[in-house]
């Protein structure tokens, strides 16, 4: 497969906040070329259910998506994700479509019904002081990936931790309800074989594409648009045309958009070492890591 067969790059700054609507969720789209990437309906509050008929409906076929999330749960330091639990699924598809089934009648692909559940609650970090007896104490547990992150500088999160201003395992599992419902709509990278045609979907850490502009891990966020469009000129970008404060969002999406376009034709990004075929099936992997 081409990776160079993409035309369109699509980052999305995703959320796993209580509610409906959400001011944290940023969608942001480049084409091939040069040009700034542009907002997907500036100014709108999306809704997850509105990103997920967006992926269903709108991709271009050559769109390749990048949604910051973690696509999977650690696997492969305990050989599953629940271990000890006799139900614990097999493969990250297996995952998504347990986490959705469970938790069917939460509204706005919401997971309190998952991370609740008496099965499972007990391998989870949440509010109030509740730690899992299979939490695992201290960060929590990583995917393999993660460790790659590390190497990088990045500071990321345990998926099972749900705690904290910085906590991803509540977006991430919200993405996952996300990812099954998709089906056939656009294929999941690493989960899925990149497809010669067809819009892929994969995991990004916003961090990642903020230090490929010039950032630190440490000051990753940027919320002005003259930190904006230096991002994007290092980047091979034309200024972004917007002007004064931005919210940190708008600035990941963008960034990470432009990002998306410069690295996806890297067939050495597509390949990491360490991405086995059985990684790939159960804890997927972040593009860019390596």
Known sequence: MNPGRFGHFVAIDWSGAAGERHKGIAVAMAARGD????????????????????????????????????????????????PGLAESPA???????????????????????FVDHPAFSAYFRRHGGR???RFGGGQGRFRT????????????YSNFNLVGAAQVGKSSLSGMRLLHRLRGA????????????????????????????????????MRSAGELDDAL???????????????????????T???????APNP??????????????TEGWTFGAV
């Open 186 to 221: 656009a294929s999941v990278w690493p989960v899925d074989p990149l497809p010669a045609r067809g819009p892929v979907l994969c995991e990004i850490y916003t961090t990642i594409a903020a230090m490929a502009a010039g950032r630190t891990a440490s000051r990753s966020k």
């Open 268 to 281: 050495r990004l597509w390949s990491p070492r360490e991405l086995t075929p059985e990684i790939a099936r």
């Open 145 to 156: 990936t993660e460790a790659a992150q590390r190497r990088m500088g990045c500071k990321p």
């Open 233 to 255: 000129a290092r980047l091979g970008s034309e200024p972004s045309g917007l002007a004064g404060p931005l919210d940190d969002h708008t600035c990941d999406a963008i960034v």
């Open 35 to 82: 040009a700034a990437p542009a907002m997907v309906r500036p100014s709108h509050r999306w809704s997850r259910e509105e990103v997920l008929r967006f992926l269903d409906e709108e991709l271009p076929d050559d769109a390749l998506v990048g949604m910051d999330l973690g696509i999977s749960l650690p696997f492969a330091d305990r050989g599953a994700f629940f």
């Open 91 to 113: 493969t990250a598809r297996d995952l998504w479509a347990s986490i959705d089934a469970i938790c069917a009648d939460d509204p706005h692909l919401g997971v309190t019904s």
């Open 131 to 133: 730690e899992g007896a």
């Open 257 to 263: 958009a432009a990002w998306l376009r410069r690295a």
